[in-house]
């Protein structure tokens, strides 16, 4: 158990489930490219990203973890979606870093 607390083993779950579970789901229910976009890859998962970010912070997890989910993700739309979701991985790179480093200025503001 103390190897999979190493590796973050709820962050890759988190990742495979919204990263290549969710994606394939989509492309297999055919869900409209309209509300791909704007339900699926704006809101949902960017809301994940940087809640895991911000969560990665509080709990003082390693940065690298901060891969994990734009990683997975990346290899579900690549495996499900169209092409142009690929760049989103870089989008969710960006916006978990964002909550991470955001998080981490705000307790730095309060001390």
């Known amino acids: 158990m103390a190897f999979l607390e190493r590796v973050g083993w709820r962050y890759w779950v988190v990742g495979i489930i919204m990263g290549i579970v969710v994606p394939a789901v989509v492309a297999w229910i055919g869900i409209g490219p309209v509300w791909r976009f704007g339900g699926l890859l704006a809101i949902v998962n960017g809301g994940l990203a940087v809640a895991l970010g ?8 390693p940065e690298w973890w901060l891969l994990i989910w734009p990683l997975v993700y990346w290899l579900g739309a690549y495996l499900f979606l169209p092409q142009y979701t690929w760049y989103f991985a870089i989008v969710y790179l960006c916006l978990s870093y964002l909550g991470y480093g955001l998080t981490q200025t705000k307790k730095t503001i309060e001390s």
């Open 54 to 61: 911000r969560a990665m912070y509080r709990r003082t997890q």
